[in-house]
């Protein structure tokens, strides 16, 4: 186990950089900033690193990032999910490219260390000098703290971290809302679309809590849908809100209808689905299933965004990496249900190339638009990023947390308190 | 032995509709096509389940009409930095053919140009073609992009 030792000289004076209604434009370009930042935030709190149902056998494993460190998330042959730095232990090499995929151990290609799915190293060619050296169990691969909820495998390189549970807090009760649409079977992620933009990470972890830009931004997606779901989508003027969970995390409900996919089973199946609803009876499942299924192959009507690293995102999860201060590589993961009818499945993965990933109707204007931000926000010598949006007209939410419109950006204010907590503790 | 005939027909049909492309010519590029054709950009480029796994594109006649729509609408902001692509289609060679179809492989090498920023997309590209009175329909087109399995991007064109 490793703890991160932070003994770096402060950086930047936080505390002027975040005022409550806005942060100051460097955040997006200072260097010195960025490398504070992995040091503080993402070496120092719980990192997503992927979902259960992505290593699902003995032998499963993918491959993920806190931060700068490489990771690999491992099922061994007990079925135990492992967290493990991708480094070897002798000279450094990692020991696993790949996105995902199977594997009986991991071998080091340089000098062929070997390394069983638990992390422990098992073989070294040429034993004979390390004898008196060191014993094999000294040197096994570097395992993480990691926890799981509801399937969501979170990493942390801090030993005396908070549970991940109290970490999340108000989020719980939204992410127990997102994994119903599975439609009655388990979540499972079906694969992801990975692309990269030429911006800060923060960019993009704004975007999952703003509203605002929909309409203008995806006009040519809402064009591209039946009226009957652009409807559904015109929701700046709805009952929708956006909601301080604590700890950065926030929630914006969109869609008011769908945040419980259990509730109003009874209610009208859409023109657009009505084809599977009609395959799905063919196929001999009761009307309550074809229901459930109809109504959860959409997705949920909010984005959760967790800071700092995932949003589970009305219909997938939204994962960044930062690549460096000016580039962030988005991870637009797609889900469905394990063992679910397979029309349900292809619904759900043909509505998500719709609108997601580097050739989807929606991604791209929103990648253009990042661009231009961080393009933009290079000009000038003491600019300010606005987060005000919405300041003046906040309510109490029934769970006691601070609340604003849908199209607000209160959102964004609770990821920067949080951002300015770490980086200034 | 290669049937140079065929080959030079298949050849000639590949580039004219890299050309309508690359010039935008929609219209006549959603001619080419047969109602049931299939415009698939996978991800995994050894995957052959396309419409049970998760792809770039996966393109059905109604959506390969409304990515043409987008892009003519002028509403998609992405869609407005990127200058014309240019593409180079080449090694080609045919695979299969019978009385009704005809299986193409060829290379592709698209360079595109965003915000001055010039960027080349190769790619393995294979065709399924109809025979229809003497001419050809695209029943099936699969791009492999060479960088598909890491990341991409924003492509605001058709490849
Ligand atoms: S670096 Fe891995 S075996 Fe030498
Ligand atoms: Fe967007």
């Not at chain 1, 032998?59 to 007990?78: E, L």
């Not at chain 1, 127990?176 to 960019?203: A, C, E, M, S, T």
């Not at chain 1, 652009?230 to 929701?235: G, K, P, S």
């Amino acid at each position: 186990m490793t703890e991160m030792i932070d003994i770096k000289p402060v950086v930047a004076d936080y505390d002027s950089m975040i005022k409550p209604d806005k942060v100051h434009s460097d955040l997006y370009s200072n260097a010195d900033i960025y490398e504070d930042e992995l040091d503080k935030i993402f070496n120092n709190t719980w990192v997503w690193v992927g979902h259960e149902s992505e290593v699902p056998d003995v032998g499963s494993y993918k491959t993920a990032m806190i931060g700068r460190h490489s990771v690999i998330v491992s099922r061994d042959r007990k079925k135990n999910i492992h967290v493990l730095l991708n480094r070897c232990r002798h000279r450094a090499a990692t020991v696993c490219e790949g996105k995902r995929g199977k594997t009986k151990s991991f071998m080091c290609p340089y000098h062929g260390w070997g390394y069983s799915l638990d992390g422990a190293l098992r073989a070294v060619p040429k034993p004979e000098e390390y004898e008196g050296v060191f014993d094999k169990s000294e040197y096994p691969l570097v395992s993480l703290r990691f926890e799981t909820y509801q399937g969501l495998i979170f990493a942390t390189f801090k030993e005396d971290l908070e549970p991940l549970e109290d970490f999340l807090g108000g989020a719980k009760k939204w992410i127990d809302l997102f994994v119903k649409q599975g439609g009655g079977y388990p979540l499972k992620v079906l694969g992801d679309h990975r692309f990269r933009f030429p911006g800060n990470w923060k960019i993009q972890l704004e975007n999952t809590t703003d509203a605002y830009h929909f309409p203008i931004v995806h006009k040519s997606f809402v064009s591209s849908v039946d009226d009957q779901t652009a409807e559904v989508f015109d929701f700046l003027d709805g009952e929708g809100h956006v909601e301080d969970l604590g700890n950065g995390h926030s929630v914006m409900v969109m869609i008011p209808e769908l945040v419980d996919l259990d509730k109003d089973l009874e209610a009208p199946i859409p023109e657009r689905f009505q084809e599977l609803a009609d395959e799905l009876a063919a196929e001999g499942h009761s009307d309550l299933e074809v229901r459930r299924m109809v109504r959860a192959v959409g997705g949920s009507g909010f984005n959760l965004n967790l800071f700092p690293n995932v949003a589970c995102s009305m219909a997938f999860f939204r994962v960044l990496a930062p690549i460096s201060v000016n580039e962030t590589e988005i991870h637009h993961v797609a889900i469905g249900g394990e063992g679910a009818p397979s029309g349900f499945n292809q619904m759900r993965l043909r509505l998500h190339e719709h609108f997601q990933g580097p050739m989807g109707f929606g991604t791209p204007d929103d990648a253009e638009a990042w661009e231009r931000v961080q393009k933009g926000s290079h000009a000038g010598s003491d600019e300010w990023i606005l987060l005000n949006r919405g300041q003046e007209n906040l309510t109490t939410s029934p769970d006691g947390n601070i609340s604003g419109a849908v199209c607000s950006e209160t959102g964004m204010r609770a990821a920067y308190q949080q951002w300015k907590k770490m980086m200034t503790a | 032995m290669t049937d140079l005939n065929l080959l030079n027909q298949v050849r000639a049909f590949i580039d004219a509709e890299a050309d309508m492309l690359d010039f935008e010519q929609y219209a006549e590029w959603l001619d080419l096509w047969t109602p049931e054709g299939t415009y698939v950009v996978p991800i995994d480029p050894k995957e052959t389940d396309f419409s049970n796994t998760l792809n770039y594109a996966y393109d059905k006649e109604e959506m390969r009409k409304l990515r043409v729509a987008r892009l003519e609408s002028g509403e998609a902001v992405s869609t407005q930095t990127t200058d014309k692509t240019v593409r180079q289609m080449g090694r080609f060679r045919i695979l299969d053919e019978n009385d009704t179809h005809v299986d193409v492989r060829c290379s592709m090498y698209l360079s595109e140009c965003r915000h001055g920023n010039l960027k080349t997309y190769p790619a393995d590209i294979t065709y399924k073609l109809l025979k229809a009175d003497g001419e050809f329909r695209i029943e099936e087109k699969v791009i492999r992009l060479q960088n598909s399995n890491s990341y991409l991007s924003s492509i605001g064109y058709i490849l």
